[in-house]
């Protein structure tokens, strides 16, 4: 069975850093492109970020270019999201997950697998 699990959020203050992780199991995780997603209640869930099986590419949506670092490493089955310069916007739960393939990986539905998520709060 696939486990995919974040931690990491928390309550920052803008400006302030947080970094979040996603441990997986129950799958080759090196065989899996990886995506960071987030949600306000209200409003479909946005793409973040996203990496390639090796790490050698990483994908962003606009407003987190800059501010926001995906990494991952394969041999702890872990992908990261290192989140800078947090503001208040930045509030939601984010969701890393899982999927075959790099096509439309901007897109949730083309994600196989999904953690629970871990909260973000950023302060003014």
């Known amino acids: 069975q696939v486990h995919l699990v974040e931690s990491g959020g928390g309550l920052v203050q803008a400006g302030g850093s947080l970094r979040l992780s996603c441990a997986a199991s129950?799958?080759?995780?090196?065989?899996?492109?990886m995506g960071w997603f987030r949600q306000t209640p209200g409003k479909e869930r946005e793409f973040a970020a996203a990496i390639t099986l090796s790490g050698g590419d990483t994908y962003y949506a606009d407003s987190m270019k800059g501010r926001f670092t995906i990494s991952r490493d394969n041999a702890k089955n872990t992908v990261y999201l290192q989140m800078n310069s947090l503001q208040p916007e930045d509030t939601a739960v984010y969701y890393c997950a899982a999927k075959i393939g790099g096509s439309s990986y901007r897109y949730p539905s083309a994600y196989k697998f999904w953690g629970q998520g871990t909260q973000v709060t950023v302060s003014s």
């Open positions: 129950g799958l080759t995780f090196s065989s899996y492109f």
